[in-house]
């Protein structure tokens, strides 16, 4: 489970950290993800502080670089699925506010897990009308077998965004979609926001290593 924290982490990181560097105008997705990446496992790798859990410094990174390069609505409308339709502008809002900041704190727990992994991208299937297209990857590790790794991304008025992203065959959106159908059962749209809340109040009381794992 902690290795597919931090992949998921390694996916968001990429699209998180565009302004480490100036965007060419008409860079396309996989060599967006592929500069960028590098970049930001690069600091990852190098900064002591992020290695020794920082919980301030993580929290910092994860807060300025991911938000304006992941559609957080676009993710949490389509785990809620029909759902979504049923919910208020307001229960919107909160879900999407608490689904946000539950991935934030697994990319926070995984950014300090990175260490000496590397990133192979695989040739773009697309064409340059596509507004949205999946970006190949694997995980090259120090032992065993390369992990595919791959993004579902959107060009938007502001540039591409990630909005889903999928591990060794399972996406991220569709795994929560089962988590979030069964809360809604339970207790309706203001249930699983309840719940979400509760689990981040927990996690914002964890080091930051501990709510990785």
Do not use: C, H
Request: aromatic content about 8%.
């Amino acid at each position: 489970m902690k290795l597919i924290k931090q992949l998921f982490a390694y996916a968001a990181l990429a699209f998180a950290s565009a302004s480490f560097a100036a965007v060419p105008a008409n860079e396309a997705p996989d060599a967006l993800v592929k500069r960028i990446s590098t970049e930001v496992l690069d600091v990852a790798k190098a900064d002591k502080e992020i290695q020794s859990g920082n919980q301030k410094r993580i929290m910092d990174l994860v807060e300025t670089k991911i938000l304006p390069y992941v559609d957080f609505q676009r993710m949490t409308s389509l785990a809620a699925g029909r759902y979504w339709r049923e919910a208020s502008p307001e229960q919107q809002k909160q879900l999407s506010t608490e689904f946000r900041t539950l991935l934030i704190y697994t990319y926070s727990g995984a950014l300090s897990q990175v260490k000496n992994e590397t990133i192979e991208f695989k040739p773009l299937r697309a064409d340059a009308a596509d507004a949205e297209v999946e970006v190949r990857s694997q995980v090259n590790v120090a032992r065993g077998e390369p992990i595919p790794l791959n993004y579902r991304v959107a060009k938007s008025p502001t540039g591409w965004k990630i909005y889903d992203i999928n591990v060794l065959g399972a996406w991220l959106v569709e795994t929560y979609k089962g988590t979030f159908s069964s809360e809604i059962g339970k207790g309706g749209i203001d249930g699983l926001i309840k719940t979400l809340s509760e689990k981040n109040k927990k996690l914002a009381n964890k080091p930051i290593k501990a709510a990785a794992k």
